[in-house]
Structures are given as structure tokens and as C-alpha cells.
């Protein structure tokens, strides 16, 4: 499909370490993390994470998953995030790419793929567009739709505005966001992605990609075609980005498909709720995986 995009060459990506994120074509591999082996007839597991997150964020449910199912769950890093390189494309389609890409290369067949928020379109694009490559798709607190919220453009200048340079610590860094971001577990989350270096403190996101790619990240193409694979929306008792309208565009595009509210749990439905979110994918992946 033309919105697919085309997936990343060896000019668009920044990495010193350039040769280990490229395979022999000269396209993208994103960091990642494996738990586990594959001893039963479970699929795969492939985990794709939110904006502003990393492979690390599904570690505790990946590891218990892959004991319990008697599979492979692999964690990714999306582009621009975590241990994988910087790019400057990083639209939907290519985030898609990535991940067919990797599949591809590790030759995992189909695979189940988890995805939270931005990592949620990731593997609701990869289900339209491959089906043949993903067994089943859960989908973390996300919507196969645009949103209009201002919300990540506010983070992505408030973030730009830190003096990375002079920055004396982490907590100095929380300080200037409060404003911004007033919820600590929130602004933990994002500063998560300040490491300190020899040379001080730097960030470990591309947060000038991020920021171009603003209405990428919001948006949803109009021209998928629906996915017709088994598909599992857990979502956030107390978030904000369920609405009906948004339930009835997913179960057109994903007509087999099975919503789940997870109780006393905002946006990041896997930290808020460990325990409930894991029962409720392992019970979905015991039957579609």
C-alpha cells in the first residue's frame, strides 16, 4: 500500500554503531530484547512501545509471557527511542516497515504483536497491511483514528526548552517540567529518556524527528483496508482516549475483535494495572496466539 512508506536506507540513519542496525538489503533493525524460547505452538511475541517509551516498558509482562505461553517475546525499540539509531523519517508507514522488517529477518513467522499508544498504531498498520505475517494483535489503550490533541506537541517544546548542557541532575529536569507535566509518574516516565554520559546529561530520543513528525505520530491513514485476525483492545478505565466513536471505527477496520476496560487504569494501562493487564493478554494468547 502507498502509505506504507518506504523503509529506512543507509543515508537516513545517524548511528555510529550503523552496521549492526542495518540487515544485508541496508534497511532498519531496531534494538531489541528477547525472553524466552519457543516451546509450544504459541507465535511469537513482538512488543512495540509507546512514544517517549522503550523496550524496557513491557519487560515485566514479557518475561511472565513467555514462561507461561512457552514462546519468544522479543522487545523492540522503536526508531529514535531507546538503543536504536536516529532517523529522520518516522511516519507511521516506515514504523510499520520496521517491524515487517524484523519479523522478515529473524524469520519469526507470524508473530503476536503487542502494541501501547504510538507502538499500538505500529502493529494496527502492520495487522492491515500484512496480515500474513501477525497472528493476532493486541492493541494498548489505541484507536485506528487521528486524534487532535495538543498534548504531544506541549511535551515535545517543553522538553526542548531543558539546557541539557548545564543540567546539574534528573530532578533538576523534573522541576522545570512540572508545570507541563504535573503528574510525577508522568514526568518520570519521559525523563526516563535523560541518561547521564562522561560528557553530561544527554537524550536518548530523537526529540527533533519526534517534533517534526508531530502529525504522523497523531494521525491514522484513511485508506487501510480491515484486518480480519484476531484483535484485542485493552484500554484504561480512566483514560481519556476511549470514546464509542473510537470503539465503532475499530471494530470496522478489526471486525474480530474483542475490547476489554481495565479498570483504575489511566493511559499506560501496563504499569497502572501489571497483574490485570497481563491475565487479561495471556488469556487472549492462550486461545488466538
Not at 465503532?248 to 483504575?264: C, G, H, K, Y
Request: proline fraction near 6%; glycine fraction near 8%; hydrophobic fraction near 40%.
Amino acid at each position: 500500500m502507498m502509505w506504507l512508506g518506504r523503509l529506512c536506507n543507509v543515508s537516513q540513519v545517524r548511528c555510529p554503531l550503523l552496521a549492526g542496525f542495518l540487515n544485508r538489503r541496508g534497511l532498519f533493525l531496531p534494538s531489541y530484547t528477547k525472553f524466552g524460547e519457543r516451546t509450544s505452538h504459541t507465535s511469537p511475541l513482538v512488543f512495540c512501545h509507546g512514544v517517549f517509551g522503550s523496550k524496557i516498558n513491557f519487560s515485566r509482562s514479557a518475561k511472565r509471557l513467555a514462561a507461561e505461553l512457552g514462546t519468544e517475546c522479543y522487545l523492540l525499540d522503536c526508531r529514535n527511542h531507546g538503543a536504536s539509531p536516529w532517523a529522520e523519517d518516522m511516519t507511521l508507514g516506515t514504523l510499520a516497515g520496521d517491524v515487517v522488517e524484523f519479523v522478515a529477518e529473524h524469520n519469526l513467522g507470524p508473530v503476536n504483536i503487542i502494541g501501547h499508544s504510538l507502538g499500538g498504531k505500529q502493529a494496527m498498520m502492520v495487522a492491515s497491511s500484512t496480515p500474513e505475517v501477525v497472528t493476532s494483535a493486541v492493541i494498548v489503550d489505541m484507536f485506528p483514528v487521528a486524534f487532535s490533541s495538543r498534548q504531544l506537541d506541549d511535551t515535545c517544546a517543553a522538553l526542548s526548552l531543558i539546557d541539557v548542557e548545564s543540567l546539574g541532575s534528573r530532578e533538576e529536569a523534573s522541576e522545570q517540567l512540572a508545570t507541563q507535566i504535573p503528574n510525577p509518574a508522568e514526568r518520570s516516565f519521559i525523563l526516563s529518556n535523560l541518561i547521564r554520559t562522561k560528557g553530561g546529561w544527554k537524550w536518548r530520543i530523537n526529540l527533533p524527528a519526534i517534533s517534526d513528525h508531530i502529525a504522523d505520530i497523531r494521525g491514522y491513514p484513511t485508506d487501510v483496508k480491515p484486518s480480519h485476525i484476531p484483535t484485542l483492545f485493552p484500554y484504561g478505565g480512566r483514560s481519556d482516549y476511549m470514546t464509542p466513536a473510537r470503539v465503532q471505527e475499530a471494530r470496522r477496520l478489526f471486525p474480530n475483535s474483542t475490547f476489554v476496560e481495565i479498570p483504575d487504569a489511566g493511559h499506560i494501562v501496563h504499569m497502572d494495572q501489571p497483574e490485570l493487564f497481563y491475565t487479561t493478554v495471556r488469556d487472549f494468547l492462550m486461545v488466538h496466539g
